[in-house]
């Protein structure tokens, strides 16, 4: 492992891909990348990305699309990462955290698709927090478990070491996805542990990220915040979600319809609804804070035995569990004000979504969308409709 207080310049003809981590920045990072691609490309720093983030396209060159999802996804794939192959700029880069989904074979196959010689960063924070903001996340994927019950599942899933215990179809546990240890053993192989960047958050410069992407462009000073829109619901009105989404499948909702509603057509409604509630920060308790610190200790010692580039402290990944609570009370009540608002949001959407949807026409869910018992639900259902059909 080499350390630096912030990186040098990467060689002129450059290319760098930013894999995320989700939920370590990388919102506030697109959008001033996006903010400054005038100045960027005058200095010779070329983004790929048209707007802030395309992450669909991030997903279908990850692997990671849903079938649900309609589109030209896979025809913009193929033009990005021929204009990110040629680029002949002198700094090239693009920023998805939908890349790190990718594993195995399609870590090589982005390889082949954007170069071997790419550089990869991937920005990183203290795994605590980052399950409470996966877990609110997961929120807006139709999930049902509390965040309890949800760390239980997770910390189940992967071992501190890597063993993934539990059988997925296309997206990996969470844990093994943030895992540095098989960041180090996917992508270095493929593209070289020397061009592995990781950055550790500094806990007192928020814009610190933004610093490290200057420097790694060799760019003066010009990102600068912009409007995120991207704030995280209030416990009440989250723990409100979790139980709509819990109705929502106990009755037999579908996952392709909930996420066209609630995840695309509700979304900037509930996102700019969400910016105008006051914050109540949702903690981790102490036991998740006590078990995040075992995997990202080992994780860290995988990362000081590789060749990777580290900029800044590992130990700033760990926390301290004195600073979590013991116990975090569930909310069980929510303002009767923004209870309504939720509800005139999710009731305008589906209205938005019943008009475009032909009459009598369904989807058949994506498999890949279920998880444990769902799944095995879902194929008894299919199973009973084929007999029935018969």
């Not at 010779?44 to 997903?59: L, P, S, T, W």
């Not at 927090?129 to 965040?147: A, D, H, I, K």
């Amino acid at each position: 492992m080499r350390s630096v207080d912030l990186p040098d310049a990467l060689p002129d003809g450059s290319r760098f891909l930013h894999i995320g981590l989700p939920k370590t920045g990388t919102t506030a990072l697109q959008g001033a990348l996006d903010r400054a691609r005038p100045e960027l490309e005058a200095l010779g720093a070329h983004n790929v990305n048209h707007g802030r983030h395309e992450m669909r396209v991030g997903q279908v060159a990850a692997g990671g699309l849903a079938e649900f999802w309609q589109g030209a996804w896979e025809k913009r794939w193929q033009a990005l990462a021929t204009e990110f192959r040629e680029s002949d700029a002198r700094c090239t880069f693009w920023s998805s955290e939908s890349l790190s989904h990718a594993r195995g074979e399609r870590v090589a196959y982005l390889a082949d698709q954007l170069g071997s010689d790419t550089h990869v960063v991937v920005t990183l924070r203290p795994l605590a927090p980052l399950m409470v903001s996966q877990w609110q996340q997961w929120l807006r994927r139709r999930g049902t478990q509390s965040l309890d019950e949800w760390a239980v599942n997770q910390f189940d899933a992967v071992t501190p070491d890597g063993e993934v215990t539990i059988d997925y179809l296309r997206f990996m546990p969470s844990l093994h996805r943030f895992s540095l240890r098989r960041i180090v053993e996917e992508w270095g192989p493929v593209f070289g542990e020397e061009r592995i960047v990781l950055v550790v958050p500094d806990p007192t410069d928020r814009l610190r990220n933004f610093r490290v992407f200057e420097r790694l462009m060799g760019v003066p000073d010009i990102l600068q915040p912009v409007p995120e829109g991207n704030a995280s619901l209030p416990y009440p009105e989250a723990e409100m979600l979790r139980h709509f989404n819990r109705a929502w499948t106990d009755h037999g909702g579908d996952h392709p319809t909930w996420m066209e509603v609630i995840g695309v057509l509700a979304r900037i409604p509930l996102r700019d609804y969400t910016n105008t509630l006051e914050a109540h920060p949702i903690r981790a308790p102490r036991w998740v804070a006590e078990r995040a610190n075992e995997y990202a200790a080992a994780w860290n010692s995988a990362v000081e035995d590789s060749g990777v580039t580290v900029v800044g402290d590992l130990a700033d990944l760990l926390v301290d569990p004195a600073d979590y609570p013991e116990r975090v009370d569930v909310p069980t009540t929510v303002d009767v004000e923004s209870a309504g608002r939720l509800m005139d949001v999710a009731f305008t959407a589906a209205l938005q979504h019943a008009a475009r949807t032909p009459s009598g026409a369904s989807q058949t869910p994506d498999l890949s969308s279920y998880g444990g018992r769902e799944l095995v639900r879902e194929l008894g259902r299919r199973a009973r409709r084929r007999v029935g059909r018969g």
